[in-house]
């Protein structure tokens, strides 16, 4: 599975971005899916997963209420919809496929490369 993100880019606090991240590979409607970011200096932390069918999803604390997860299996694309930006929302944002473990493991088998967001004040 290769995973490809994109979307990132400089917004100011307030604004609004969505990532995407295309999948190839003939599994992607069997996997779940997952966003993780790393800020400056900051390990990475998970962000927002969604199952399968996208009838399920979780998200962090932090995202809650203002980021939303999604996909389009017949795409082969998950996305997260950024809203009502912060500066520590300021990252490199990865996209994440087929978990491994329990629904709440935060373990999953491939990576894509990231893509920067960076929000300003």
């Known amino acids: 599975v290769q995973l490809q993100a994109s979307g990132g880019g400089l917004v100011q606090a307030g604004g609004s971005l969505r990532l995407s991240c295309a999948a190839s590979?003939?599994?992607?409607?069997?996997?779940?899916m997952g966003w993780f970011r790393q800020g400056p200096g900051k390990e990475r932390e998970f962000v927002a997963q969604?199952?399968?069918?996208?009838?399920?999803?979780l998200y962090a604390d932090s995202v809650k209420g203002r980021f939303t997860i999604s996909r389009d299996n017949a795409k082969n694309t998950v996305y997260l919809q950024m809203n009502s930006l912060k500066p520590e929302d300021t990252a490199v944002y990865y996209c994440?496929?087929?978990?491994?473990?329990?629904?709440?493991?935060?373990?999953?088998?491939?990576w894509g490369q990231g893509t920067q967001v960076t929000v300003s004040s």
């Open positions: 590979g003939r599994t992607f409607s069997f996997s779940t």
């Open positions: 969604i199952a399968p069918r996208g009838d399920t999803t």
């Open positions: 994440a496929a087929e978990l491994i473990g329990s629904w709440i493991s935060q373990n999953y088998n491939y």
